[in-house]
């Protein structure tokens, strides 16, 4: 019988794993900010760490992430059909940053400091920019607008330090596919040695 997963098995897996860390994260978050800190004017979200870790991953599969936080912030948080889509095709501007992976390439978003940090804060820029925007477009005034970016300031330094974190941790910010690769490699080197 063979144990081993195929590459989409481990994707799905991946994917899955990720997903129940996003939706138990942002749903304590939620539940705690809207029970314990009622008063508080800011607001934090695991939203874009995840999807910005996923991204650097899988690619475009992030957008599943996004669109998933959203869903999970308004459910948690009783949302309006509004905020749904607000939220829900909102967040998917974070895809944008895909971009920003082409640009400085997977390396150097890893390795280099300063570009780890930028591409976090891109990402959750992005991601408030989508909500601004799809909330512009349903009607929301131009001070709601700029609420998703103030509210939730705390939010791009959590994203940044926790991309950081992933940064400094053995595959986590790489392609998957490259990170099988890699890792098959060094083992068949190391087996090799014996």
Not at 92 to 109: D, E, G, Y
Not at 112 to 129: D, K, R, S, V
């Amino acid at each position: 019988m063979n144990r081993h997963l195929t590459f989409e098995q481990y994707r799905r897996m991946d994917l899955f794993f990720f997903a129940i860390i996003l939706v138990l994260s942002e749903f304590l978050i939620i539940t705690a900010g809207s029970r314990w800190f009622r008063d508080q004017l800011y607001t934090v979200s695991a939203a874009a760490a995840v999807t910005a870790i996923v991204m650097m991953r899988w690619g475009k599969w992030g957008g599943i992430h996004a669109v998933l936080a959203g869903l999970v912030f308004c459910l948690a948080g009783g949302g309006t059909p509004r905020q749904y889509l607000i939220y829900g095709i909102g967040n998917l501007m974070s895809l944008v940053a895909l971009f920003l992976i082409r640009l400085f390439s997977q390396k150097r978003i890893r390795e280099e400091t300063l570009i780890t940090l930028l591409y976090a804060l891109g990402t959750q820029l992005l991601m408030q920019l989508g909500r601004a925007l799809v909330a512009l477009l349903t009607g929301a005034g131009l001070s709601a607008c700029l609420n998703f970016f103030t509210t939730d300031a705390l939010s791009g330094l959590f994203t940044m330090v926790v991309v950081w974190i992933a940064a400094r941790l053995d595959g986590m910010l790489e392609d998957q596919k490259t990170y099988l690769l890699r890792t098959q490699k060094e083992r068949e080197e190391n087996e090799g040695g014996y």
